[in-house]
């Protein structure tokens, strides 16, 4: 199928994100294109496919058996003694989620966005921002070999954690290695796991980070790690980590990997500003990926929501100036800045503690019964045995 050279919105990336604001421009009856360079949207995979159950209260989503496999009933955190805490439904709410099928997950995005009238290109690259007089009036495309020439009224940028749309268009999209992780991911087959929780470890098994343990069933899970690139030497320090993780766990004995893949996800505030003339970012292009669980599904869901409305609402009233183009920017922060930046300063101290530290921590908070899990609920409670502990911490209580 051949697209148009013209359309009022052209977004850039099938990703959760870019999927979604396409949809929501369209349904608000924008005219969109959604251009995606991969052969097959959402695939390969490169997640772990934890989502938290967030995502279903803010954006119109029904779980479908096709990528919803697992609805976890709790997440355990392991320190480095071994001791956990259980985070359950009951105390953290939609925070505990579910394992989903990512490639089929996307898919089933971008199908809501083709019905409610987006087209889709992939197999698509974008390759460059068109300017005007200096001022962005659309996409040029390189598919089968081929350049072309795409206007529109206003371009998204959900091109991801390497957004290339975001650097062209001037954000300042630079990464400190202290808030980029390096991460590595086995799916593995034969295992024998509890498949009611995911499983969090931190510590000195992954520095800066955690290893994860994410299960489909109790034979299938995807077990990966995360590591602040500013304490590790190179990124195959992940392998050896994560390696030496499965080594020493009974529940690996007989485990198959059938798949590897790897990535970095950024670990930083997210940008200050994610528009400009006739441009918005969304998702990990945006950084609004999780600082403290570099999780970035429902975020980027969530605010391409708001993007997708934005940008249909700067079409009809024809003004995709970046005074109009600030209802996005406080509806997003609205709902999720708040948790960004307090994630973001609890990640900051986390990282600063040693293993006999977090030790502590989570024999703390094993003790106390957390009615309503926040970061404030957790420091608070810390603070009634261990106050050395929190002294650091004080700013975010
Ligand atoms: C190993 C690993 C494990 C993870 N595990 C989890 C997890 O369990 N839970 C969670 O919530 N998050 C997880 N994440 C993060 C999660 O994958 C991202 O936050 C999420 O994919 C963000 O969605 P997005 O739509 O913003 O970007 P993406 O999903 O990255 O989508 C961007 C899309 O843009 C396309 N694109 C890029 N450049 C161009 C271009 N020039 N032209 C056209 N198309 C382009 C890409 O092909 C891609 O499809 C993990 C990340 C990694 C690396």
């Known amino acids: 199928m051949f697209f148009k050279d013209s359309y009022d919105v052209v977004v850039v990336g099938g990703g959760p994100s870019g999927s979604t604001a396409a949809r929501y421009a369209a349904r608000n009856g924008a005219n969109v294109l959604l251009v995606e360079k991969r052969q097959e949207i959402g695939s390969p995979v490169r997640c772990g496919e934890g989502v938290s159950m967030e995502i279903f209260k803010h954006v119109d989503i029904r779980p479908d058996p096709s990528w919803f496999v697992n609805q976890v009933t709790g997440a355990r955190i392991f320190g480095p003694s071994g001791k ?41 690259s974008v390759v460059s921002l068109l300017k005007d007089g200096g001022e962005i009036s659309g996409v040029r495309v390189r598919r089968m070999g081929e350049e072309s020439d795409i206007s529109a009224r206003l371009v998204i940028g959900a091109d991801g954690f390497e957004s290339q749309v975001a650097r062209w268009a001037g954000f300042n999209t630079n990464l400190k290695t202290r808030d980029t992780t390096s991460n590595l991911q086995y799916r593995m087959t034969n295992l024998d796991l509890d498949p009611r929780f995911t499983d969090f470890y931190i510590g000195s098994a992954a520095p800066g980070g955690y290893v994860w343990i994410f299960p489909k069933s109790g034979e299938v899970a995807n077990v990966g790690i995360g590591l602040l690139l500013s304490r590790i030497k190179g990124a195959s320090e992940a392998k050896d980590y994560l390696d030496a993780f499965i080594e020493k766990d009974e529940r690996f004995r007989d485990a198959s990997i059938m798949e590897t893949v790897s990535g970095g996800v950024s670990v930083s505030a997210p940008l200050d500003k994610v528009i400009a003339d006739r441009i ?20 980027g869901v969530i605010a391409g929501k708001v993007c997708g409305e934005v940008a249909a609402g700067a079409v009809k009233e024809g003004d995709c100036s970046e005074e109009y183009l600030q209802r996005y920017e406080k509806g997003w922060r609205e709902l999720l800045e708040e948790k960004l930046y307090r994630d973001y300063m609890a990640k900051e101290k986390l990282v600063t503690l040693d293993d006999e530290a977090l030790d502590k921590l989570i024999e703390v908070m094993s003790e106390v019964p957390l009615e309503n899990l926040s970061t404030k609920e957790i420091l608070t409670a810390i603070r009634t045995k261990y106050p050395e502990l929190v002294k650091e911490f004080e700013d975010l209580i």
């Open 280 to 299: 918005m970012l969304v998702g990990d292009a945006a950084r609004m990926i999780d600082p403290l669980t570099g999780g970035g599904i429902s975020n």
């Open 84 to 124: 956990f805490i259980l985070i359950d439904a009951k105390n953290a709410g939609d925070e505990v989620g579910a394992v989903i099928e990512r490639d089929a997950f996307d898919k089933y995005l971008a199908t809501e966005a083709a019905r409610d009238g987006a087209e889709i290109a992939t197999k698509t």
